[in-house]
């Protein structure tokens, strides 16, 4: 049986920075959600990190982690939702935006929320970074709120997340 995809709701910062985007009332009528990222922060720095909360929680989260640079890569285990992607910020090249895919299976479930992000950001000038990223969220509560947070500075102006449900056809 195939799935079908629906998009739930687009988000885009307008140009008032945003320390995050955030959904909330999630439709509990899909199996599993998508949530897809492009974003640029105004942290002053290259690159800042992004955080990821379900239900206004951000505790109870663990991961194991695997990133690059170009110029080395590490793995570790996480034991917090911070650190999820990177996202380029206001020294990196202009006008120059990350992008992460989140997907979450089984959201509405009365167990415990697993999670998988891909994400990568670049700075033309000297270097391009990813991220892969296994979570769990341990609390039997269905998703019905997703929010993502720059750690450091506000997501910019055409910054944008898309909140997609997922179910079979």
Sequence with gaps: MANTMVKIQTITVGASPAASINFTNIPQTFTDLKLVVSGRSNFASNETNVSISFNSS?????GRLLEGSGSGAASYSRTDNLNIFIIPAASSTSSVFGNAEIYIPNYTSSVNKSFSVEGSAENNGTQAFQKLHAGLWSNSAAITAVTVTS??????????????????A
Excluded: M, P
């Design 151 to 168: 750690q450091n500075g506000n997501f910019v102006q055409f910054s944008s997340a898309t909140l997609y449900g997922i179910k079979k």
């Design 58 to 62: 951000s505790s109870n989260f663990t």
